[in-house]
């Protein structure tokens, strides 16, 4: 019994001085309650809009002011026509365009009703019912202070339109959020094997006497996995066009392109996670846990990112699925070009080149 008592004081020494385990064991537990917490909600917090006003009275300032200072709104713009309300959602400042219609003061005292519209960009289909149901809960609130000492109630009508996905089809917002988690973590994973791989089957040897530079090695790892990558997402188009009918209102070009793009990103970052990995275990566990997590709850593909706290959204930006998806979201389903996409484009292209360059540097301390 001394000598198992003995045994058990030992585990507990190794465990102890062992940091990683101890992360493993306390840190990843409160990590996670920390992330599913916060990131994982369906209510909406100062989410963008902008307001058309064509009657520009009292009555619509003071509506316009009663949503923005509510914690659900932020007026993000003022725009003055009709045609700006399509550049606004292409270009994805806003969730929603409020619109006013010429003479509401006067039709809303002497009709005693008046409308206002709510266009939504549903291509997130959850969040634009969410906005709009919010919307028409506080003009209805305002409505009913109004009618508290009239007789004749006053009634304001709230249209709903939603744009991009008139019928709130759940599979276009799916498929981008699917297509990307797929995309990054299978291309992840394949390459974060790969030098592990040579280290455990003893082959890194040949590697390290080759003529063979440590960003040819890099490289060369990148490229065939890119091949297999590339038919894996012609066969999810494919499937997402023929088996859910999603559109492609955009140029296939330009969406296989990016895709191209964000399959080398996820190939780039794989290859860092073999080149700081020592075993196969290691990386498959760090690709797998430390990438799916992220992915499906930073990168705005089911949860909304404006609802979630300011460490998080910022957290986001690192998180390359987060503008894959807009990327996909704008070709798909806006049929937006590079005009209205360079910015996620070069942000995805610069995370790319950072991964390889980080790669390069790592293997090549490994190598001395």
Not at 98 to 123: G, M, P, W
Not at 209 to 224: A, E, R, Y
Not at 229 to 237: E, G, Q
């Amino acid at each position: 019994m001394k000598r198992f008592i003995g045994f058990v004081k030992k585990e507990f020494y190794h465990i102890f001085r062992d940091r990683r385990s101890l992360f493993i064991l306390f840190g990843m537990p409160i990590a996670q309650i920390m992330l599913f917490g916060f990131a994982i909600t369906n209510e909406i917090n100062n989410v963008d809009i902008a307001v058309l006003d064509h009657s520009k009275d009292a009555t619509t300032q003071e509506i316009i002011n009663k949503i923005s200072a509510s914690k659900y709104f932020s007026l993000k713009e003022i725009i003055e026509r009709e045609v700006d309300i399509e550049s606004v959602f292409k270009k994805g400042k806003v969730k929603a365009v409020l619109v006013f219609e010429k003479d509401f003061s006067k039709k809303f005292i002497k009709e005693n009703h008046a409308t206002v519209q709510i266009i939504t960009d549903a291509t997130d289909p959850n969040t634009a019912n969410t906005i709009s149901n919010f919307t028409s809960s506080i003009l209805k609130k305002y409505q009913q202070e109004l009618n508290k000492d009239v007789q004749i109630a006053y009634q304001i009508v709230p249209q709903t339109r939603m744009n991009y996905n008139p019928e709130l089809k759940s599979v276009f917002m799916f498929v981008p959020g699917v297509m990307t988690i797929i995309l990054m973590l299978v291309s992840a994973m394949m390459t974060s094997i790969s030098i592990t791989r040579e280290k455990e089957l003893g082959t890194m040897e040949i590697l390290l006497v080759s003529p063979l530079k440590p960003f040819q090695v890099i490289v060369g790892k990148v490229i065939p996995y890119i091949f297999l990558s590339v038919i894996n997402a012609i066969v999810i188009v494919l499937l997402s066009i023929f088996i859910f009918k999603m559109p492609i209102q955009g140029s296939l070009f330009l969406l296989g392109a990016e895709s191209v793009l964000f399959i080398v990103n996820a190939l780039s970052l794989g290859i860092l996670i073999s080149t700081i990995s020592k075993t196969q275990q290691t990386a498959m566990m760090v690709s797998l846990m430390g990438l799916m997590l992220p992915v499906i709850l930073l990168s705005g593909f089911i949860f909304p990112i404006t609802s979630m706290p300011l460490p998080l959204q910022l957290i986001s930006n690192i998180i390359p699925a987060k503008w894959f998806i807009i990327i996909l979201k704008g070709i798909m389903l806006k049929g937006v070009g590079l005009a209205y996409l360079w910015k996620e484009t070069l942000i995805l292209l610069a995370m790319t080149l950072f991964f390889i360059g980080v790669s390069i540097k790592k293997y090549k301390i490994r190598l001395e």
